[in-house]
C-alpha cells in the first residue's frame, strides 16, 4: 500500500510553453503533499507544501506565480511550471502525507523537465 | 552547525560486504526516514522508525533517540544496492523533511 504516482514521468517541452505535473496517492487519502525540486547530485530541495482544499505554501525564494500549485482532492495535487526556461529544468518530486498519520511520507517517482 | 549529518558522503564496497550507513541529528525528533535513490531519480521510501530497530529484508536500521542518532545497515550487499541513501526527518507542525546530504553507495562485483 501507500503508493504515490507522477505523471508525465518525463516531459520535454520548448521555452515560454506551460508544463503541468500531476501527483497522485492511488491507496490512500493525503491532506498534505509536498514538492520538491532537485538539481543533479543535490538534495531534494522543497518547493512548496500543497494542502487539499487550500492555498500551498511556498518556501521562500520560490516563485508562486511561476509554480503553481494545485491540490484539489485529497488524491491528486497539480503543480504547474508557467512560461518554462531552461533553467527549470529539474527533477520534480511530490510526495504524500497519509491523513491522520502525519510523519508517514510517500514519495512520488519524480518526473525529468526538460525544457529547450 | 548542519542540524543533520551522514557519514560516510561516498562509499565502495565489494558484493557480500556489510555495510553501514550513519545520520546523525542535533534536534529532537520523533521519527526518522531512511531513503533510497537510485540512479534515475526515483525515492523510496525504505523505513520510518521512532525508536529501537527495524529489519527488511537484508536492510536493518536502528535509531538510538537519547543519543541523536541512526544507522543503516546493508548485509550481504549486492551491487543492485548502489544508490544514494538520505536520511531525513520531520520539522515542524507541517511535517516538512529536513534532508541528510546523503551517501552514494557503490557495490562493486
Known amino acids: 500500500g501507500a503508493v504515490v504516482s507522477q505523471h508525465p514521468s518525463r516531459v520535454i517541452c520548448k521555452s515560454g510553453t506551460s508544463v503541468k505535473i500531476e501527483c497522485r496517492s492511488l491507496d490512500f487519502q493525503a491532506t498534505t503533499m509536498f514538492w520538491y525540486r532537485q538539481f543533479p547530485k543535490q538534495s531534494l530541495m522543497l518547493m512548496a507544501t500543497?494542502?487539499?482544499?487550500?492555498?500551498?505554501?511556498?518556501e521562500q525564494g520560490v516563485e508562486k506565480d511561476k509554480f503553481l500549485i494545485n491540490h484539489a482532492s485529497l488524491t491528486l495535487s497539480t503543480l504547474t511550471v508557467t512560461s518554462a526556461h531552461p533553467e527549470d529544468s529539474s527533477f520534480y518530486i511530490c510526495?504524500?502525507?497519509?491523513?491522520?498519520?502525519?510523519?508517514?511520507?510517500?514519495f512520488g517517482p519524480g518526473t525529468r523537465l526538460t525544457v529547450t | 552547525k548542519n542540524e543533520v549529518e551522514q557519514s560516510p558522503q561516498n562509499l565502495t564496497a565489494q558484493e557480500g560486504e556489510f555495510i553501514t550507513i550513519n545520520c546523525s541529528y542535533s534536534?529532537?525528533?520523533?521519527?526518522l526516514h531512511w531513503l533510497q535513490q537510485h540512479p534515475g531519480g526515483g525515492i523510496v521510501s525504505l523505513f520510518m522508525?521512532?525508536?529501537g530497530k527495524k529489519k527488511h529484508g537484508r536492510l536493518i536500521a536502528t535509531i538510538n533517540i537519547q543519543e541523536k542518532h541512526s544507522s543503516l545497515h546493508i548485509t550481504a550487499s549486492h551491487p543492485r544496492d548502489s544508490a544514494v541513501y538520505i536520511c531525513a526527518f520531520p520539522t515542524g507542525t507541517a511535517s516538512k523533511l529536513t534532508f541528510g546530504t546523503g551517501t552514494r553507495l557503490q557495490v562493486t562485483l
Open positions: 534536534v529532537g525528533i520523533s521519527a
Open positions: 500543497s494542502n487539499e482544499g487550500s492555498k500551498a505554501t511556498y
Open positions: 510526495s504524500a502525507n497519509k491523513q491522520g498519520i502525519g510523519y508517514e511520507q510517500y
Open positions: 522508525l521512532s525508536s
